[in-house]
């Protein structure tokens, strides 16, 4: 029995130590301090991803606005076959000069 008499004051002395060494452990605010400082980095690093992702759809929409309006420049508001007639046209009055000059240059003669 006097071994049991011994041991129970030395397990309280543990139990008292284990609480005195939890009651240190959350008495400060350093963890909680960190976590909310950790907090507020994830919510300012998520603000400004969000904020660049907004920018580059801004800027996305103005590139893509500004393709169509080259496209719509670029693009020819004639039909195709109007090209070629056009340009057919300008090769009959090419040939019709030369053979002028042809003329003018025999005429000459």
């Avoid at 071994?3 to 139990?15: L, R, Y």
């Avoid at 893509?64 to 046209?89: F, G, N």
């Avoid at 009055?93 to 005429?107: C, H, R």
Wanted: proline share 3%; with cysteine; net charge negative.
């Amino acid at each position: 029995m006097e071994m049991m008499t011994s041991s129970i004051p030395d397990v309280f002395q543990s139990h008292h130590e284990v609480m005195d060494a939890l009651d240190q452990n959350y008495a400060g605010s350093d963890d909680a301090q960190r976590a909310l400082t950790v907090n507020k980095l994830h919510q300012d690093t998520a603000t400004a991803c969000q904020r660049q992702e907004d920018e580059a759809k801004t800027a996305l929409l103005e590139l893509s606005q500004q393709v169509c309006e080259t496209q719509e420049e670029a693009t020819p508001k004639e039909a195709p076959e109007a090209h070629s007639e056009r340009v057919h046209s300008l090769l009959q009055l090419t040939q019709d000069a030369k053979e002028n000059v042809d003329t003018l240059n025999e005429a000459t003669r």
